[in-house]
Structure formats: structure tokens, C-alpha cells
């Protein structure tokens, strides 16, 4: 157990719907990550947060928001949803904001568009 | 921007045998390169790290080597049980603050019983 929690493990929904992906991260931790992993595009970063700010983007696409609330928990908004954003949906968190030192990831989220 | 290149896609080893995962990263910049393990129906785990000013590190079955020049670095682990089959991933941090993470493709690593 790698103390970042991941909510709904699950989400089944609708082509054009929107969703809310939520992650707390481990005790302490400031900075929040989203990664998106799927089939045929692997592991890829798509925005951290520290402390409340935006603090790197990857291959985030506008559909898709994300922000960290004063608790540190993140959120990762979805919307106008197509086929191809089904996907297993992680949220890391590690002590700093630099990338060199540890992430931990959560159990992930797995959305099925339909 | 970085780009990790990572072989091979499948490794089967007999346990006991040692197994070999390399990676290659096109941005010289890069100076953090972290191995992750991921168990089915989990999140990746780091397992090993290594940073630019070392060539080699190692803990226990697990070692990890990096030669800068060439751009690539590996990951061996010795003595294969059962338990360490599972996905692989290499990546390599890039970045304003070096802060973004770059990953491989993945090794499904097999070890046979």
C-alpha cells in the first residue's frame, strides 16, 4: 500500500459525459501527478500539482482539467469524453516538486467510455 | 522533448536465470533515471533509482547501470523467483524543474517455475 488513495476504482460512462477523478495523496506529500496508461500509448505524465499550483503539463489535452485543494487532494476533470480516453487513470504523489525524487502511486482509476 | 526507448517488450527467464532490461533516453539533460514495477491490478512501484553522477547502483538481486556517453541504462536482477514477473518500466525525468516523468514502453517480464 503505497498511502496515495484513488476514488472511484471504477467508472463506466457515456461518450460526451464528463467525470471527476479524485486522489489524496500519502501524508505529507505536496506534490500531486496524473498519469494516464494505456494500451497503445504506455504510461504517460499529464500535469502535476504542488502545493495548489500548477507546476508542470505533459500531453494533457484541453478536455481534461486538474487542481489540488488546500487538503492537497486532486482532482481530475474529464469532459466531452470519447472512446479513446478509456484508459487506467493514476495519481502519484512524492514529497518535492522536483522529479528526482520518488513517486508513489495509487491504485489507479479505470475508465471505460462506452 | 525526451524520448525513452525500452528492450525488450517480453523477457521469459527460467527462475534462477538472470534477466536484462535496457533503455535509451535522447535528452542529455536528463539526470534521474527510476525503474518501476508494476504487479497486475496495481500501480507502478519504484524499485531501483539512479542518478547521472553514479555509473552503477545495487540493491540486493536488483542493480541498475547507466552509461551517460551512450545514453542508455539497464536493469538486472539476478537470481529471478517467481514473485518478480510483472511489468517494467524505465523512465527518465525531463523538464523546466525536472519534473516530468518519461517513460518506457514496458518488459513483461516472465519468470517459469
Known amino acids: 500500500d503505497s498511502g496515495v488513495t484513488q476514488t472511484p476504482k471504477h467508472l463506466i460512462t457515456a461518450t460526451g459525459q464528463r467525470v471527476t477523478l479524485r486522489c489524496s495523496p500519502r501524508?505529507?506529500?505536496?506534490?500531486v501527478y496524473w498519469y494516464q496508461q494505456s494500451l497503445d500509448q504506455g504510461l504517460q505524465f499529464l500535469i502535476q500539482?504542488?502545493?495548489?499550483?500548477?507546476?508542470a503539463k505533459g500531453n494533457i489535452l484541453e478536455r481534461f482539467s486538474a487542481q489540488q485543494f488546500p487538503d492537497l487532494h486532486s482532482e481530475l476533470n474529464l469532459s466531452s469524453l470519447e472512446l479513446g480516453d478509456s484508459a487506467l487513470y493514476f495519481c502519484?504523489?512524492?514529497?518535492?516538486?522536483?522529479?528526482?525524487?520518488?513517486?508513489?502511486f495509487g491504485p489507479g482509476t479505470r475508465l471505460t467510455v462506452l | 522533448g525526451e524520448n525513452v526507448e525500452q528492450h525488450p517488450s517480453t523477457l521469459s527467464v527460467q527462475e534462477g536465470d538472470s534477466a536484462v532490461i535496457k533503455c535509451t533516453y535522447s535528452?542529455?539533460?536528463?539526470?534521474?533515471f527510476p525503474w518501476y514495477k508494476q504487479e497486475l491490478g496495481k500501480g507502478p512501484q519504484l524499485i531501483i533509482d539512479?542518478?547521472?553522477?553514479?555509473g552503477e547502483k545495487k540493491d540486493q538481486r536488483i542493480a541498475v547501470t547507466l552509461n551517460k556517453t551512450a545514453k542508455h541504462f539497464s536493469l538486472h536482477i539476478t537470481e529471478t523467483q517467481p514473485e518478480d514477473s510483472a511489468v517494467y518500466f524505465c523512465?527518465?525525468?525531463?523538464?523546466?524543474?525536472?519534473?516530468?516523468?518519461?517513460f518506457g514502453a514496458g518488459t513483461i517480464l516472465r519468470v517459469k517455475s
Open positions: 502519484a504523489s512524492s514529497t518535492w516538486t522536483s522529479g528526482d525524487n520518488e513517486q508513489f
Open positions: 501524508s505529507g506529500d505536496l506534490s
Open positions: 500539482y504542488y502545493n495548489g499550483e500548477e507546476r
Open positions: 535528452d542529455s539533460a536528463s539526470n534521474y
Open positions: 539512479i542518478r547521472s553522477n553514479v
Open positions: 523512465a527518465a525525468v525531463q523538464g523546466e524543474y525536472g519534473n516530468k516523468l518519461v
